[in-house]
C-alpha cells in the first residue's frame, strides 16, 4: 500500500516557476515508478511526467518538455516537479501517482494522490 500527498501548488504568473512534492508512505515506494498527470476544467487527465524507480529515466509530455523536471530522492520517499516558464495552459490540478512500470497510461498506476491546484495567470 502506498499512500501519496501532493503540495507546492498554488497561483502563479505566467513565466514563472513552481515545484511540486509528492511525498509517499509505504514500503514500495523505492520500487514504484513515479508519475505526475493534471487534468483542467472540463478536459481529461493528461500525462505530464514519469520517472523511473531508480530516478536514471524520464520521460516527459511533448507539451511540458523542456520545461518541467522530474526527481526523486528515494530516501526521503519524495519526487518532485520543478516547473519552468509555466504557461496559463498548465492551469489543472496536478496529481502524483505510483505503478509498478513506466507509462503515460493512468489506468496504469496502482495510487494516486488527492491533488494540488497550479493555476497560471496571463
Known amino acids: 500500500q502506498v499512500q501519496l500527498v501532493e503540495s507546492g501548488g498554488g497561483l502563479v504568473q505566467a513565466g514563472g516557476s513552481l515545484r511540486l512534492s509528492c511525498a509517499a508512505s509505504g514500503r514500495t515506494f523505492s520500487s514504484s515508478a513515479m508519475a505526475w498527470f493534471r487534468q483542467a476544467p472540463g478536459k481529461e487527465r493528461e500525462f505530464v511526467s514519469v520517472i523511473g524507480w531508480s530516478g536514471g529515466t524520464s520521460y516527459y509530455a511533448d507539451s511540458v518538455k523542456g520545461r518541467f523536471a522530474l526527481s526523486r530522492v528515494n530516501t526521503k520517499n519524495t519526487v518532485y516537479l520543478q516547473m519552468n516558464s509555466l504557461k496559463p495552459e498548465d492551469t489543472a490540478v496536478y496529481y502524483c501517482?505510483?505503478?509498478?512500470?513506466?507509462?503515460?497510461?493512468?489506468?496504469?498506476?496502482?495510487?494516486w494522490g488527492k491533488g494540488t491546484q497550479v493555476t497560471v495567470s496571463s
Open positions: 501517482a505510483a505503478g509498478r512500470g513506466m507509462s503515460a497510461d493512468d489506468h496504469l498506476y496502482d495510487y
